[in-house]
C-alpha cells in the first residue's frame, strides 16, 4: 500500500467529508488490457499490450481512427465475486488477473481507514508472511490521521458517521519477483472516490474524487495477500482519467462490481 502518497493526499485535502458531528461538536473531516482480464483471466498468463490485438474482438463502442479508445469507451472488468467472509475483509477470489485486482478493490472499499483497531484486524487476515511489518506500519499511519484530523489516536469513528469508498478503474501489472512463477505477483493501482454521510443522513458536500493508491498483492496460501516485500518493482502510472486515451494505453480500465 503507497501509505505515505495516500496521507499526504488525505492530509491536503482535510475537507474530503465535512460533516457536522453531534458529540461534542466535533468536525470530522473526514498493463492488463481489458481484453486480457476478461477474456484470458489464468494466473500466469501473459501481460498483453493496453491496446486490443487484432485478433482480439473489439469491445462494444470501438474506437476509430478519429475517436481513439479510453476507459470510458472500453469494456468494463467485471470483477469476481468474493466466495466469503472472514475477519472483516472480503475472501475466496482466485488466482487470476481479475481475481487480484478484485481482492484489492474489495478489500479498499471494505478498509477501516479511519479506525485503527478494526483495520489492525483486517490488515492481519490479509497480509502475506513475507512482509512483518507491514500491519504496524498501517496502523501507525492510521494513527496519525486520526491525530491530524482532531481524534483519539486510537479508536473507531463517530456512531453517526460513515464513510464509502467507491473504487472506479484499475490498473493491474505482472510483477517480476524473483524466484517465483510469473503472475504471482501483481502491483494494482486503484482510482476512487469517498464520501461521508453525517447524522440524520446529512452528505458530504466535497467528497474525495479522483484519488489514488497502490497495492502490491502475491498469491500465497490460496490467497491473495497484501505485501510491501516487491514495492520497488512496481511503477507509477499516468492520471486515470475515464476520458483519456493515454490513461486507456497505461492500462487503465474501469471495473464493474459483481452483482
Same mark, same amino acid.
Given at each position: 500500500?503507497?501509505?505515505? /502518497?495516500?496521507?499526504?493526499?488525505?492530509?491536503?485535502?482535510?475537507?474530503?467529508?465535512?460533516?457536522?458531528?453531534?458529540?461534542?461538536? !466535533?468536525?470530522?473531516?473526514?498493463?492488463? =488490457? =481489458?481484453?486480457?482480464?476478461?477474456?484470458?483471466?489464468?494466473? +500466469?498468463?501473459?501481460?498483453? $499490450?493496453?491496446?486490443?490485438?487484432?485478433?482480439?474482438?473489439?469491445?462494444?463502442?470501438?474506437?476509430?481512427?478519429?475517436?481513439?479508445?479510453?476507459?470510458?469507451? =472500453?469494456?468494463?472488468? $467485471?470483477?469476481?465475486? #468474493? /466466495? &466469503?467472509?472472514?475477519?472483516?475483509? =472480503?475472501?475466496?477470489? #482466485?488466482?487470476?488477473?481479475? &481475481?487480484?485486482?478484485?481482492?484489492?478493490? *474489495?478489500?479498499?472499499?471494505?478498509?477501516?481507514? !479511519?479506525?485503527?483497531?478494526?483495520?489492525?484486524?483486517?490488515? /492481519?487476515?490479509?497480509?502475506?508472511?513475507?512482509?512483518?511489518? *507491514?500491519?504496524?506500519?498501517?496502523?501507525?499511519?492510521?494513527?496519525?490521521?486520526?491525530?491530524?484530523?482532531?481524534?483519539a489516536p486510537s479508536g473507531g469513528i463517530p456512531a453517526d458517521v460513515s464513510f464509502t469508498t467507491a473504487v472506479h478503474a484499475a490498473r493491474g501489472k505482472t510483477l517480476k519477483a524473483p524466484g517465483l512463477p510469473a503472475g504471482d505477483v501483481m502491483q494494482i493501482w486503484l482510482s476512487y472516490d469517498?464520501?461521508?454521510?453525517?447524522?440524520?443522513?446529512?452528505?458530504?458536500?466535497?467528497?474525495?474524487? +479522483?484519488?489514488?493508491?497502490?497495492?502490491?498483492?502475491?498469491?500465497?496460501?490460496?490467497?491473495?495477500?497484501?505485501?510491501?516485500?516487491?514495492?520497488?518493482? &512496481?511503477?507509477?502510472?499516468?492520471?486515470?482519467? #475515464?476520458?483519456?486515451?493515454?490513461?486507456?494505453?497505461?492500462?487503465?480500465?474501469?471495473?464493474r462490481h459483481a452483482n
Amino acid at each position: 500500500m503507497d501509505t505515505s /502518497t495516500e496521507l499526504k493526499a488525505r492530509r491536503a485535502r482535510l475537507v474530503l467529508a465535512t460533516v457536522i458531528v453531534t458529540v461534542a461538536a !466535533l468536525l470530522v473531516v473526514g498493463g492488463f =488490457a =481489458a481484453a486480457t482480464l476478461m477474456k484470458d483471466d489464468a494466473k +500466469g498468463a501473459p501481460q498483453a $499490450s493496453a491496446s486490443p490485438s487484432a485478433s482480439t474482438p473489439a469491445p462494444t463502442g470501438s474506437a476509430t481512427t478519429d475517436s481513439p479508445m479510453t476507459p470510458e469507451r =472500453a469494456q468494463k472488468i $467485471s470483477l469476481r465475486k #468474493p /466466495t &466469503g467472509h472472514k475477519d472483516g475483509v =472480503a475472501t475466496g477470489f #482466485p488466482g487470476s488477473p481479475s &481475481g487480484g485486482i478484485s481482492a484489492a478493490v *474489495y478489500f479498499w472499499e471494505e478498509f477501516a481507514w !479511519l479506525d485503527d483497531e478494526k483495520a489492525a484486524q483486517q490488515l /492481519t487476515a490479509v497480509v502475506s508472511k513475507d512482509a512483518p511489518g *507491514y500491519v504496524d506500519k498501517q496502523v501507525s499511519e492510521i494513527r496519525k490521521m486520526r491525530e491530524v484530523l482532531g481524534l483519539a489516536p486510537s479508536g473507531g469513528i463517530p456512531a453517526d458517521v460513515s464513510f464509502t469508498t467507491a473504487v472506479h478503474a484499475a490498473r493491474g501489472k505482472t510483477l517480476k519477483a524473483p524466484g517465483l512463477p510469473a503472475g504471482d505477483v501483481m502491483q494494482i493501482w486503484l482510482s476512487y472516490d469517498r464520501f461521508a454521510t453525517g447524522p440524520k443522513g446529512g452528505t458530504d458536500q466535497n467528497p474525495l474524487r +479522483g484519488a489514488t493508491i497502490s497495492f502490491v498483492v502475491k498469491w500465497e496460501d490460496d490467497a491473495w495477500r497484501f505485501t510491501d516485500k516487491y514495492d520497488a518493482l &512496481g511503477d507509477y502510472p499516468v492520471a486515470y482519467e #475515464p476520458n483519456s486515451p493515454y490513461a486507456w494505453s497505461d492500462g487503465w480500465v474501469q471495473v464493474r462490481h459483481a452483482n
